[in-house]
């Protein structure tokens, strides 16, 4: 099969699997903020069509003031990006043929990007079903590697590891003078969050990257940061194209980074029906992962296979992520967002029928 390599592409999953598209879809497989953009991007858009007839301000100085501020770093330690992907791609510049070792299952871009780079890739498996970390085999994978990619909370499993691991991995990683990446995508999607973005600064062996565009649902204009020593963050940003952001991203950016209540709104939506959803997992005999955030693994256990199940849900228009391209799953489970109650409705009435047809 020659499925897309991220979600959200519903029409190119019925044409690659040959199938005709249902005239109602709901996308499961793109995993942004149920609730929408904020009010205040809707509310500025008009005004910040000025922004579309001048170069963009190649620094984000503004960007960059608004930032510091809320996450109480300094500037000269900020890089933002077109999306979390550009720095990604950043970085595995940075890293050209470096040894990297990519904790999986895992966002599928780092690997891709290093790999362009010709590192050295090498794997570090969390433990399903729980995904789990063993210090013991990850600290003997780090002394080898010049670099890490890890994921919290994880993508695509949602499991978000407690400060005490991270505060580990951060001193495990510096002990063996290996850089850490870390990937806060979905950070505050989880409530209470737990980040080491006041780390990163301050340590040479420590990268801190973080997303606009999945909490504040705007992922048609690509906003990333990346926050790190600033000797490490000046040798990566050497490596990005003057104007990589344009003029509204700038202002969208700033405008986000003030809502604090569509975060405390959203990160309660999603607790609230992330629960009810995996409550009827459960009792409905469906394994799913320990997930912190709006997305979430879920497979049948019955099933020798999940693609069965994939196409069904397929035929009714509800479209799941696969996880064939995710190293350690290999298509073993389907990821799905955490959408609004009726659309979630929607896919429980599937899975029940699904239950009663096996």
């Given amino acids: 099969m020659h499925l897309p390599a991220h979600g959200a592409n519903t029409q190119h999953v019925y044409e690659a699997l040959g199938m005709e ?74 890293l050209h043929s470096k040894n990297v070792l990519i904790a999986q299952p895992a966002f599928s871009e780092y690997e891709t990007a290093c790999r362009v780079e010709d590192c050295n890739i090498s794997y570090y498996q969390l433990k399903p079903p729980a995904f789990t970390l063993d210090k013991e085999v990850l600290h003997k994978k780090l002394q080898a590697a010049d670099a890490v990619f890890f ?5 695509p499993t949602g499991i978000a590891f ?13 002990e063996a003078k290996t850089l850490l990446i870390l ?33 504040y ?27 990589a952001l344009n003029g509204i991203a700038l202002k969208a950016g700033v405008s986000c980074l003030l809502e604090q209540e569509h975060v405390k709104d959203t ?11 995996f409550h009827f997992l459960q009792r409905s005999d469906y394994i799913h992962s320990a997930s912190a955030v709006n997305f979430y693994l879920l497979k049948d256990p019955a099933a020798a296979s999940q693609e069965s199940l ?21 298509g073993n489970w389907l990821r799905a967002a955490v959408k609004k109650e009726a659309e979630n409705n929607q896919l429980m009435e599937a899975l029940v029928q699904w239950k009663k047809e096996e």
Avoid at 45 to 69: F, G, N, R, S
Avoid at 267 to 277: A, G, L, Q, S, Y
């Fill in 183 to 215: 990937d806060e995508a979905f950070y505050d999607f989880v409530s209470p969050p737990a980040t080491a973005i006041q780390k990163a600064s301050n340590s040479p062996y420590l990268l801190v990257l973080r997303s606009l565009t999945k909490m």
């Fill in 162 to 174: 407690d400060q005490h691991v991270m505060n580990w991995l951060i001193e495990a990683c510096e």
């Fill in 310 to 330: 994939y196409y069904f849900l397929l035929e009714k228009g509800l479209v799941l992520r696969h996880t064939y391209n995710f190293p350690g799953l290999e």
């Fill in 217 to 243: 649902h705007i992922a048609g204009l690509r906003l990333g940061y990346l926050v790190g020593h600033p000797e490490v963050v000046e040798q990566i940003g050497k490596r990005q194209p003057h104007w």
């Fill in 151 to 155: 994921c919290n909370p994880n993508n």
């Fill in 21 to 94: 598209a249902p005239a109602t879809i709901i996308d499961f497989s793109v995993n942004t903020n149920p609730l929408g953009t904020p009010a205040s991007i809707q509310a500025c858009w008009q005004d910040w069509l000025q922004a579309v007839y001048d170069y963009p301000d190649p620094h984000y100085t503004e960007l960059k003031q608004q930032i510091a501020t809320k996450e109480k770093v300094e500037s000269k330690s900020l890089l933002p990006g077109n999306g979390a992907a550009e720095l990604i791609t950043l970085i595995a510049r940075f």
């Fill in 267 to 277: 990160t309660n939506f999603i607790t609230k029906e992330r629960d009810r959803v």
